[in-house]
């Protein structure tokens, strides 16, 4: 079946990385654009990144640009979110997501979710 | 802060009919037709219900409907069941540069 799953979540300190990693099944990974988006504690959902179907395009929400790196291996059906500089304000439940237009460039909305992974950062 | 706004909270009895505003610019909202709504209960990862305005995803209930007017859009819930009562977001595409934003949410109880 359809299926994310997220991992490497855990607990940091400020300015140190961490690396995210979304494992793929049931569905082409080659197809969809695929996006990253995070959950503070009691906050509503932010909009993180996303990169197109065939890798081309990333866009980052400004929050992140400059710290944040998404990218996919289409070798492994994975998708990644390269964390850097991680500040207290990075604490979140991270989830990746399934853009629901497919070999399109501009987004449609989220079809698929994983169950998020809890990055947490913290002196 | 959102670039989209929605009320914090709307209510309604079993079997009514609720309506939960979104409301963007011409650079959101109002410029493209990729509206989606997404439910989210409490511990859980949210579930897309509406996507391009107005379409339901395989599996959603026939309850739950999708519109738009210039730069607002809004989602519509019939016959309100306990199940409904959940947090609820929109978002929307937003150009190249930013392709994706979130409304803040709104809880909806069921009273």
Redesign the interface.
């Known amino acids: 079946q359809v299926q994310l799953v997220e991992s490497g979540g855990g607990v940091v300190q400020p300015g140190r990385s961490l690396r995210l990693s979304c494992a793929v099944s049931g569905f082409n990974f080659n197809s969809y654009g695929m996006h990253w988006v995070r959950q503070a504690p009691g906050k509503g959902l932010e909009w993180v990144a996303v990169i197109s179907f065939d890798g081309t395009n990333k866009n980052y929400a400004e929050s992140v640009k400059g710290r944040f790196t998404i990218s996919r291996d289409y070798s492994k059906n994975t998708l990644l979110l390269q964390m850097d500089s991680l500040r207290v304000e990075d604490t979140a439940v991270y989830f990746c997501a399934r853009d629901c237009g497919s070999y399109v460039y501009d987004y449609h909305g989220m079809d698929v979710w994983g169950q998020g992974t809890t990055v947490t950062v913290s002196s | 802060q959102?670039a989209l706004t929605q009320p914090a909270s709307v209510s309604g009895s079993p079997g009514q009919s609720i309506t939960i505003s979104c409301t963007g610019t011409s650079s959101d909202v109002g410029g493209?037709r990729?509206?989606?709504w997404?439910q989210?209960h409490p511990g859980k990862?949210?579930?897309?219900v509406i996507?391009?305005v107005s379409n339901r995803?395989s599996g959603v209930s026939y309850r739950f409907s999708g519109s738009k007017s210039g730069n607002t859009a809004s989602l519509t819930i019939s016959g309100l069941q306990a199940e409904d009562e959940a947090?609820y977001?929109c978002?929307s595409?937003a150009g190249?540069?930013?392709?994706?934003?979130?409304?803040?949410?709104t809880r909806v109880t069921v009273l």
């Open positions: 959102s493209y990729y509206v989606s997404f989210q990862a949210p579930q897309l996507y391009d995803p947090d977001y978002g595409y190249s540069s930013t392709p994706f934003v979130f409304g803040p949410g």
